[in-house]
């Protein structure tokens, strides 16, 4: 499951979780406000074409680890919308 981040804040019926400056800032994101969007996500198989590297870093794909108490939210939201077909 992929879930987008964006700076654009959730309006209407997307459900979004805010990530906390400091975990922006440990994981090497920008500082402008971000959200995990978790009514919006894709199935894929790894490896895909669809995940782009972290810029600079070729062949690299994460950006770090997210704190158990940012998961935990963000599983919460994401495990009570209906299923998405």
């Not at 019926?13 to 919006?40: F, H, R």
């Not at 070729?58 to 997210?66: D, E, K, L, R, V």
Request: glycine share 8%.
């Amino acid at each position: 499951m992929l879930l987008p981040i964006t700076h654009t804040p959730p309006s209407g019926d997307t459900v979004g979780i805010e990530i906390p400056a400091e975990v922006k800032a440990a994981i090497g994101l920008d500082d402008a406000p971000s959200w995990v969007i978790v009514s919006d996500y894709n199935v894929d198989e790894w490896p895909s074409d669809g995940v782009s590297p972290v810029p600079g870093k070729p062949g690299s794909f994460a950006y770090g680890f997210i704190p158990l108490d940012l998961f935990a939210p963000i599983k919460a939201e994401f495990v009570v919308l209906p299923v998405r077909r």
